[in-house]
Structure formats: structure tokens, C-alpha cells
């Protein structure tokens, strides 16, 4: 049923996912329904609930998102930074996440689905430095874009992408950084059980001299 489910709304994106990949995501919805029981991860109770919810809503950012390394910020659940790990094999995928038990998820999860592009960094993005520079920064359910744009100050630079899932229009909050409009560009993005979703994407090479409210 499950499998079903991600086919349909899937090819409802437009995304075409292989048996392979399909499996890998049913099975980290199942380890999320399961580590949910002793873990707040998700408010969602069931897999199905949890596919539709959350991994077709990651599912449709991914296309946006495809470089050679790649941050989840405030990890959680792994969402979307798994999923994206599962889509994009060739990609390092970072998982930055400081609550400790919620690391030790997402270290399951990287063993049992065989995820070797995977990195836990079990502490605050602010006080993470890589060891070379990144591509995407990407973050859902993280806070505010001013938020998210200080506490990632270190790793900005030019051609590194800050990307940003939300819900309904973020328009108050671009309007609340003082920041040049070619700075950011926003796509709304049509995801099957959702009203209203926006793709926030922001140039860090371009965020010297910005300022967050």
C-alpha cells in the first residue's frame, strides 16, 4: 500500500522512482513510524500518513536541489536531507542535527537503508565548520529565512545555495531582509495533499552585506 502510494504521488510531481529507490523510502518510513513510539520525530502516527505528509512534500524539492555537497540544517527526521540522500547517491549529503537522540536516529537510519553518502554532525550549525565548502544549504521547518540565513553564516559563499521549504507565501518574511531582490527567488510548488507550497532559494554569495531583521 505504501508502495503505491509513493508511485502515485510521485508520478503526480513528475518524478520517476526506481523499485530500488522506492523500497529504501517505504523502509525509512517504516524506521520513523517505529523510533516515533520512544522519539518526538514526527507528529504523524502512521506510514502512509507519514508518506504523504512529509516524504512526497521532500520529494518535491528535490529536483531543485543537486550538487556534490549537500546540508540538511536542523536535521530532525532526516527530512528532507535522507530523502534527498536517497535520490541523489552521487551527492554528500550532511545531516546537522544537535539533539543527541535524534542523531542517533538518523545514524540507524544511514546504516539500515546503506546510505554511505551520508554525515551526522551531531551539534549546532552555528558552530559547524566542513572541511571544504558546499553547495546547497537546505532547510525545512528550521524558522525564519533570517534565522536561517544567520546561523548559516559560516558556510556562505559564492555558488553555495540556501534552500528554503515552506508553506504558505514568505513574502513578509523576503520582505523583512534587507537584501537585494536578485538575491532570492521563490517557486511555488504544486505537492499532492498540500495547499500551498514555496521553494525559497537564495544566493549566500550575494548575502555579505545583508541583514536579518
Not at 550538487?67 to 530523502?83: F, K, N, T
Not at 525545512?140 to 559560516?154: E, N, Q, V
Not at 527567488?185 to 552585506?209: A, C, E, Y
Amino acid at each position: 500500500m505504501i508502495d503505491e502510494l509513493l508511485r502515485q504521488k510521485s508520478a503526480a510531481l513528475g518524478i520517476d522512482l526506481g523499485e530500488a529507490e522506492i523500497g529504501t523510502l517505504v523502509k525509512y518510513a517504516e524506521l520513523i513510524v517505529k523510533w516515533n513510539r520512544t522519539i518526538n520525530l514526527v507528529a504523524t502516527a502512521s506510514a502512509c500518513n507519514l508518506v504523504r505528509d512529509h516524504i512526497v512534500d521532500c520529494l518535491a524539492a528535490v529536483p531543485f536541489i543537486d550538487g556534490s555537497r549537500i546540508v540538511d540544517v536542523g536535521a530532525g527526521a532526516g527530512l528532507p536531507g535522507i530523502v534527498i540522500a536517497i535520490l541523489r547517491p552521487q551527492s554528500e549529503v550532511f545531516l546537522v542535527e544537535s539533539r543527541q537522540r535524534k542523531a542517533r536516529f538518523l545514524r540507524h537510519v544511514a546504516i539500515e537503508l546503506g546510505l554511505h553518502n551520508i554525515s551526522i554532525v551531531a551539534q549546532r550549525i552555528e558552530t559547524w565548520q566542513p572541511d571544504d565548502a558546499v553547495d546547497f544549504v537546505v532547510c525545512r521547518g528550521y524558522g525564519a529565512l533570517g534565522k536561517f540565513i544567520d546561523d548559516t553564516r559560516a558556510l556562505h559563499h559564492v555558488g553555495c545555495q540556501l534552500v528554503a521549504m515552506k508553506g504558505a507565501s514568505p513574502a513578509a518574511e523576503i520582505a523583512a531582509l534587507r537584501v537585494d531582490v536578485h538575491t532570492i527567488s521563490v517557486r511555488v510548488l504544486t505537492v499532492p495533499g498540500w495547499r500551498q507550497r514555496h521553494l525559497v532559494t537564495i544566493d549566500s554569495g550575494k548575502l555579505s552585506n545583508a541583514q536579518a531583521p
